[in-house]
């Protein structure tokens, strides 16, 4: 971008940029656009004085850099940029995820719930460990039947779900996490046995159509 142009013009009027999934981006990227605003923009103030909202969790993916080691990750993250000094740092404190459709008798145990994933993601259960930890499960979060766990695990997720796979609200306030996409597959499968009639698969098109 030059001084002048559409775009230019464009940021010249802009009040906020909001950037999603930060933690998830390589620090250059950011450094980039400060390079960029600055010059654009005709500043020497971080951004070119341009207010900029990061939204991420840096518990979660760090930038994929290939064949490097774990403090080179660390290095290309946004915390090891020069911009990073410059930020104010706002944390969520409540999950929203897990407050939604719940009862209010079901108050402090989601709180509970909420706290020991906070844990687990800040490092503090297990002992001090670099990274790799073994994570003692309470007995309440469990499924014990070995025999046939999927079930158990639908009926507590989807209960009495022939009656109510109908209804519009059933499945937003519903969903099982999985660590790998076998195990979607898995449970996807082992979930469709229990609907009426025929499976149907539809496939998307990666082309385009010539007509």
Known sequence: MD???DEAQLLEKTKLIIWDEASMAHKHGFQALDKSLKDVLSSNF??????VVFGGDFRQILPVVQKVTRLDIVN?????????SECNVLRLTKNLRLTIGRQQCDVEETKLFAKRLL???EGNVGGPNDGVAMIDIPDDLLIKDSVD????????VYPDILHNYKKQHYFQ???IFAPTNEIVDEINDSLLKFFPGDEVEYLSSD???SS
Not at 46 to 51: A, D, S, T, V
């Open 3 to 5: 001084p002048g142009t």
């Open 76 to 84: 290309a993250s946004l915390c090891s940029s020069y911009i990073w």
């Open 173 to 175: 306030d519903r969903a």
């Open 46 to 51: 971080l951004f070119g004085g341009k207010f």
């Open 119 to 121: 844990d687990i993601g």
């Open 149 to 156: 766990p999927l079930s158990k695990l639908f009926d507590f």
């Open 207 to 209: 082309t385009i159509c």
